[in-house]
């Protein structure tokens, strides 16, 4: 069977590897391609951040993971494996997403910068996107996947190309779809000169706001902001300012780093994923797969797998 899919980010490529692995006919329609994606902007690291239903959520990542530690072997997927440690300043249970990886423990004083209460260290793998997603769409196109670039209008459109379409246009599908649930959570981040850091750091509830170092092979990636609600993809240099002194604070490292570029990104923000199957006049489907918020990574592989799951039915 021909399936469209309606995005070429992280979900759209991975979605349409799992649908040619199983035999479909997919190709790629979207208004943008990387590197001009949102997918493009993160930092990015495995972590289920803002992302809904945790059960749900927990399923989904756990593929990720195991598929992004096998990609681990392959040096052009741009995925690496990195431990790092997530910071709190006052005591916190075990996270819902512990039995996803498997070398959780909680920090001693001696992992942590001082004035935090407690911390979670964990391995995760770190996928640096430009790379990464140069390389689904190599592997989107050797296994016989067409991609497009083209402005659709409406989802009638798309529809009226193929009798089952897969949504996952991020934050455009709050127009194309008509769903006013999705907001952008806006993003801001700066990239700089890799120091040599190993480590990735969070510490999400600090007062300062959130903060992230996430080093990648060649650079670091410093953050960030989670905007609701705002949409302009301009940087702003008194928040840049901030996340480098956050970051700073916690790897005074960085102090000599120099800084490379300032992105921003919107993340499709959403009470909960939307992945489900819609049985449409004349025989026609959809597939919603988009809403992921800051986890689109993180859930790529597991929800591309629940995709390939609706199209069986």
């Known amino acids: 069977m021909d399936v469209l899919i309606i995005g070429c980010g992280v979900s759209g490529l991975s979605t349409g590897i799992r649908l040619l692995e199983a035999g479909y006919n997919a190709r790629i329609i979207a208004s943008d391609l990387p590197p001009n994606t949102t997918s493009n902007v993160a930092a990015a690291v495995w972590y289920p951040y803002k992302a809904y239903p945790e059960d749900l959520v927990l399923a989904w990542s756990k593929v990720a993971y195991a ?36 070398d959780f423990r909680r920090a001693t004083s001696a992992d942590m910068p001082p004035g935090f209460a407690t911390g979670f260290i964990f391995s995760a793998p770190v996928i640096e996107m ?8 190599r592997c989107f196109t050797a296994l016989g996947g067409q991609i497009e670039q083209r402005v659709l209008h409406s989802i009638d459109q798309a529809l009226a190309e193929s009798d089952l379409v897969v949504d996952c246009a991020g934050l455009g599908a709050r127009k194309l779809v008509g769903d006013s649930s999705l907001i952008a959570i806006r993003g801001q981040i700066v990239r700089v000169e890799q120091v040599g850091l190993d480590r990735f750091i969070f510490d999400d509830y600090g007062p300062g706001g959130v903060t992230y170092i996430v080093p990648r092979a060649n650079d670091i990636i410093l953050g960030g ?49 939307r992945l489900e199957l819609e049985h449409l006049a004349n025989n026609k489907r959809l597939i919603h797969n988009y809403g992921h918020g800051g986890a689109g990574v993180t859930l790529s592989w597991g929800c591309a797998d629940s995709v390939v799951q609706l199209a069986r039915q």
């Open 67 to 102: 598929e992004q530690v096998r990609l681990i072997d392959i040096p052009e997927s741009g995925v690496i494996m990195r431990t790092g440690i997530e910071l709190f300043h006052e005591p916190v249970p075990d996270p819902w997403w512990k039995t996803a990886v498997p």
């Open 225 to 273: 902001t989670a905007q609701e609600g705002d949409e302009n993809i301009i940087p702003d240099p008194p928040t840049a300012q901030a996340i480098l002194q956050r970051c700073i604070a916690l790897e005074p490292r960085l102090a000599e780093a120099k800084i490379l570029e300032h992105r921003v990104g919107l993340r499709p923000g959403r009470p909960h994923i």
């Open 130 to 137: 430009p790379i990464h997603l140069t390389y689904l769409m």
